[in-house]
């Protein structure tokens, strides 16, 4: 268990519409990362967060958001939901302090798998 | 371009035969390499981790070497379980920026009984 929680864990829903995807940190780990893994591929990067503010950017879609609140728990806002979204959705988190991610380890929590039908 | 290949695609070994991942990368400035485990439909988890300064991290059955100069590691499993039977995914870090990361696509490694 690598103390990062992730809800819900199985999502199914249709296209067009919209998703919310939660995740809380180890506890006092203030950096959270999302990332998504389509089937047999690898994961790919979405966007970071450090103490509730966002610290990089990786290949997210415009119709994707994420926030990270002042309880440090996340959240990826999923809209206008395309077949080809379907995937695992991954939140990560580790204690880099300087929330350069340069040598802190993460830990990534169980995902959720969205299903868009 | 910043970019980290890992080699075979798939692997299928027998139980109990030790067997080696193998992982290029041509980012730089390099700052670290990560092996993660990752089993069917779960999150990742880290193997080792290692600076340009270390050669080789040991973590149980799973030894990590890193040659700098030649931008190059594996991952050598010896002894091998069953419940190795995972995807084993390098990862890169540059020494700067904030989106710093770079994800091999893994290695699937199947073991049989």
């Known amino acids: 268990d690598s103390g990062v929680t992730q809800t819900p864990k199985h999502l199914i829903t249709a296209t067009g519409q919209r998703v919310t995807l939660r995740c809380s940190p180890r506890?006092?780990?203030?950096?959270v990362y999302w990332y998504q893994q389509s089937l047999d591929q690898g994961l790919q990067f979405l966007i970071q967060y450090y103490n509730g503010e966002e610290r990089a950017k990786g290949n997210i879609l415009e119709r994707f958001s994420a926030q990270q609140f002042p309880d440090l728990h996340s959240e990826l806002n999923l809209s206008s939901l395309e077949l080809g979204d379907s995937a695992l959705y991954f939140c990560?988190?580790?204690?880099?302090?300087?929330?350069?991610?340069?040598?802190?380890?993460?830990?990534f929590g169980p995902g959720t798998r969205l299903t868009v039908l | 371009k910043n970019q980290v290949e890992q080699s075979p695609q798939s692997l299928i070994i027998l139980e109990g035969k030790n067997c080696t991942l193998q992982c290029n990368y041509t980012v730089s400035p390099f700052s670290n390499l990560r092996w993660y485990k990752q089993d069917t439909g779960r999150g990742p988890v880290s193997l080792t981790i290692m600076t340009f300064s270390e050669n080789t991290k040991s973590n149980g059955r799973y030894t990590a070497t890193l040659d700098a100069d030649t931008k190059q590691s594996s991952l050598h499993i010896t002894a091998s379980q069953l419940s190795d039977s995972a995807s084993y995914i390098c990862v890169v870090s540059l020494q700067t920026g904030a989106n710093n990361l770079f994800f091999g696509t893994g290695t699937r490694l199947t073991v049989i009984p």
């Open positions: 506890s006092g780990d203030l950096s």
């Open positions: 990560a988190s580790s204690a880099d302090r300087s929330g350069r991610g340069l040598y802190n380890e993460q830990f």
